[in-house]
């Protein structure tokens, strides 16, 4: 079945430091991939998306590049901000049968920390 | 607002209760999801709708739970007999079903934490 693979976190950075946070998938379709966040306190927000090969999702500083040949999205910020702390989900919708539900499929979240 | 809202956002209740939660999603959405996330986990689905009909039902949906969205709007989830291992955060989305990423929009949550 579909899966979503991050890296474990936290992840504890300085500010205006970079970040990668690294996500692979196995899917048996052609998903889309996502990345949704959530602050403390809050519900899950999409960051970004990519629909097919070679798409770069971008939004708020934060890009990832849907990577076919390699299952990967991983999602990079060339500067954070101690108000990007949060928790970082990426997810797969792949489309199933002749009902194409589209539910999500999560990774476990990698939780990011960025110190002033 | 015209966001996706659940209530209530907390419920604490005894095992072996029933408990009812409620969705209410974005107006023009014709599909709802359910998910459920524990602690350190990412969302898991539960099941969703297209309109009224439940076209869909994960293995972790036991036959405790059941869902409903009677007029296409809103929808609810009820626990049965409740149980300790039922405690979660409950999370509801919503979307389109057209476009190329269905992009789904979610809730609060309810969060769940049966004694």
């Known amino acids: 079945g579909d899966s979503v693979t991050q890296m474990e976190g936290p992840v504890t950075l300085s500010e205006e430091a970079f970040l990668t946070i690294n996500c692979t998938y196995t899917a048996t379709g052609y998903p889309s991939l996502f990345w949704y966040v959530q602050y403390p306190g809050e519900g899950l927000q999409l960051l970004l998306k990519?629909?097919?090969?070679?798409d770069k999702g971008s939004n708020k500083g934060f890009e990832a590049t849907y990577r076919k040949e390699t299952t990967s999205f991983h999602l990079e910020k060339g500067s954070v901000q101690v108000s990007d702390s949060a928790v970082y989900f990426c997810?797969?919708?792949?489309?199933?049968?002749?009902?194409?539900?589209?539910?999500?499929?999560f990774g476990s979240g990698t939780r990011l920390q960025v110190q002033p | 607002d015209t966001g996706v809202s659940q209530n209530p956002r907390h419920k604490i209740t005894k095992r072996g209760q029933n408990v009812t939660f409620r969705c209410d999603p974005i107006?023009?959405?014709?599909?709802l999801y359910w998910y459920r996330q524990t602690l350190g986990q990412g969302p898991e689905f539960l099941t969703y709708f297209q309109n009224e009909a439940q076209l869909e039902k994960s293995r972790l949906l036991s036959d405790r739970f059941s869902a409903e969205r009677p007029k296409g709007s809103f929808s609810t989830l009820e626990i049965q007999r409740t149980e300790q291992g039922d405690s979660a955060m409950y999370l509801c989305?919503?979307?389109?079903?057209?476009?190329?990423?269905?992009?789904?929009?979610f809730g609060p949550g309810t969060r769940l934490t049966v004694t």
């Open positions: 989305a919503s979307s389109l079903s057209r476009g190329l990423t269905y992009e789904q929009y």
């Open positions: 997810a797969l919708s792949d489309q199933k049968g002749d009902t194409g539900r589209r539910a999500l499929t």
């Open positions: 107006s023009e959405h014709n599909r």
């Open positions: 990519a629909t097919k090969a070679d």
